[in-house]
Antibody, heavy 120, light 111 residues
Framework: EVQLVQSGAEVRKPGESLKISCKGS????????IGWVRQMPGKGLEWMGI????????RYSPSFQGQVTISADKSISTAYLQWSTLKASDTAIYYC?????????????WGQGTLVTVSS | QLVLTQSPSASASLGASVKLTCTLS???????IAWHQQQPEKGPRYLMK???????SKGDGIPDRFSGSSSGAERYLTISSLQSEDEADYYC?????????FGGGTKLTVL
């Protein structure tokens, strides 16, 4: 059974850094693109970017390029989303999701979400 | 620019059917999309992939009440025999070269 298990809720202050994780299991982690999706409070889903863990090839939405970093450690089947300088507007639930096959395919498996709260 | 447009809200009665629409931007009418469901306070769930010819492939465990169809740049999700648990937000998703896009979502209310 394919599972994506995300790290727990985080509370940070503006200006702090953060790295959240998404561990994949039940499939060959290196063979499928994994993406990150933001959902701000009361809002819709936003595609942030994707990574291919096999070679760490990464693509970003123009809206998120330079604002976050997506990475992966294939030795422990885990993808990451990180911020170097958090802002209050980064407060949201972040979901990881796995593509069906290539990156030209939908997200078919979703993590449970990680709530990030940024507040002074 | 690759954009998906959805109506913000829809409603239908318990036991009835409803058809939700997702419209692809000009020049992208051949694109496949996916439908996802997000029940209140839960994460999204993949429902199906829907092609421009109307063929679709559903995710594991998705009931037969959920079906998809296409016409031109429009992609539809039809839910029949509506149940209370179908009250949720429904998002369409598509993908291009190096980019993915979500529609704004439709909030479905079951009356």
């Amino acid at each position: 059974e394919v599972q994506l298990v995300q790290s727990g809720a985080e509370v940070r202050k503006p200006g702090e850094s953060l790295k959240i994780s998404c561990k994949g299991s039940g499939y060959t982690f290196t063979n499928y693109w994994i993406g990150w999706v933001r959902q701000m409070p009361g809002k819709g889903l936003e595609w942030m970017g994707i990574i291919y863990p096999g070679d760490s090839d990464t693509r970003y939405s123009p809206s998120f390029q330079g604002q976050v970093t997506i990475s992966a450690d294939k030795s422990i089947s885990t993808a990451y989303l990180q911020w170097s300088t958090l802002k209050a507007s980064d407060t949201a639930i972040y979901y990881c999701a796995r593509h069906d096959a290539s990156n030209s395919s939908p997200f078919v498996y979703w993590g449970q979400g990680t709530l990030v709260t940024v507040s002074s | 620019q690759l954009v998906l447009t959805q109506s913000p809200s829809a409603s239908a009665s318990l036991g009835a059917s409803v058809k939700l629409t997702c419209t692809l931007s000009s020049g992208h009418s051949s694109y496949a999309i996916a439908w996802h469901q997000q029940q209140p306070e839960k994460g999204p769930r993949y429902l199906m992939k829907l092609y421009s010819d109307g063929s679709h492939s559903k995710g594991d465990g998705i009931p037969d009440r959920f079906s998809g169809s296409s016409s031109g740049a429009e992609r539809y999700l039809t839910i029949s025999s509506l149940q209370s648990e179908d009250e949720a937000d429904y998002y369409c998703q598509t993908w291009g070269i190096d980019i993915g896009v979500f529609g704004g979502g439709t909030k479905l209310t079951v009356l």
